[in-house]
């Protein structure tokens, strides 16, 4: 395997491995009016607590919906909870006010800012828990999206544990030919993010398994993302998902996620098997 060197070794807060992962989706720094933030309560894992709550509670309810981790593309009921699960992960150390803000904002950009340019494809999905295995109670139409989203809902809503993009936006692929098209063919997975309480639980392994076989059907051949090069839990998972590093060539007009100047990236790929045709 060979490995990337993109510069020397920085530390980096979550927030800023955040924002490496995001691509098309703009989490704004909070406002410089607001004060500094109080001393952290364990908020992610109230919430966390809460979420655990819910869906227990929506089980006993219905006894026939599976306690199983399903993983799906996310719907517009999930919304809120894929903007917390977001926010919970990236920015950890925020407590209210900023974490509800911080939350809002997210939720306002996946509804109004997700705009896709023609030919391409994005889907978020969810991995959640306590919602029906199979689909039976989807309300609306199969052809309404709402940016990454499907625009149907459904009566049995399970507690979203996990989030992952993907895309074939090709917004951190190098640009090909003199008219600079975007590549096509490789899809670019982000935002990758589980519940701190349901880590090491093959969460996100499932959720990049959807990614590809998503891609798969859009008839891609290879998936590719970037990780935080000081990330090294996500580092591994990927690794051991078959991406490998892809060294970028000194000085190459490499797009890349827009964070803090000094923030590194492990540019991955992933050849897929077996795509098919879109
Ligand atoms: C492209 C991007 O979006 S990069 C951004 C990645 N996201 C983040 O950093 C947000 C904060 N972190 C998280 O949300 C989670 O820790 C994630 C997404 C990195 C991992 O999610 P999980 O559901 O816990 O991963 P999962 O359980 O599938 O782990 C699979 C394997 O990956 C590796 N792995 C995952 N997390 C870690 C870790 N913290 N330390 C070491 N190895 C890890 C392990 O090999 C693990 O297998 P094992 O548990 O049998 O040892």
């Known amino acids: 395997m060979r490995s990337l060197t993109l510069g020397t070794s920085v530390s980096v807060s979550p927030t800023s491995s955040l924002k ?15 004060p500094p933030p109080p001393p952290r309560v364990s908020h992610d894992s109230a919430l966390s607590k809460l979420g655990a709550c819910r869906a227990t509670q929506f089980i006993d309810l219905f006894p026939t919906v599976s306690p199983e981790i399903v993983v799906r593309e996310a719907r517009l009921e999930d919304c809120w909870e894929v903007a917390e699960t977001h926010c919970s992960s990236f920015f950890p150390e925020y407590s209210f006010p900023l974490d509800f803000v911080l939350r809002v904002d997210r939720l306002v950009a996946m509804l109004s800012g997700f705009s896709i340019p023609p030919g391409c494809r994005r ?31 459904s009566l049995s809503k399970g507690y979203v544990t996990g989030i992952l993009t993907v895309d074939t936006v090709a917004d951190f692929l190098p640009r090909k030919g003199p008219l600079r098209q975007r590549r096509t063919g490789i899809a670019y997975i982000s935002n990758v993010a589980v519940r701190e309480r349901f880590r090491r ?25 970037h990780c935080d090069l000081n ?21 190459a ?21 077996n795509p098919t045709t879109a």
């Open 20 to 34: 490496s992962s995001l691509s098309p989706l703009s989490i704004k720094q909070p406002p410089p009016f607001f």
């Open 123 to 153: 889907t978020c999905l969810v991995a959640v828990i306590g919602g029906s295995v199979d689909d039976m109670f989807l309300v609306g139409s199969e052809d309404f999206k709402v940016g990454g989203f499907d625009g149907r809902f």
């Open 201 to 225: 639980k093959g969460i996100a392994k499932r959720l990049i398994a959807k990614a590809e076989a998503q891609a798969r059907s859009w008839g891609c051949r290879a998936v590719a993302l």
């Open 231 to 251: 990330n090294p839990g996500a580092t591994k998972l990927y690794k051991d998902q078959g991406f490998k590093c892809i060294k970028v060539p000194e000085g």
């Open 253 to 273: 007009n490499w797009p890349r996620p827009q964070t803090a100047p000094d923030m590194k990236f492990n540019f991955m790929m992933k050849l897929l098997n």
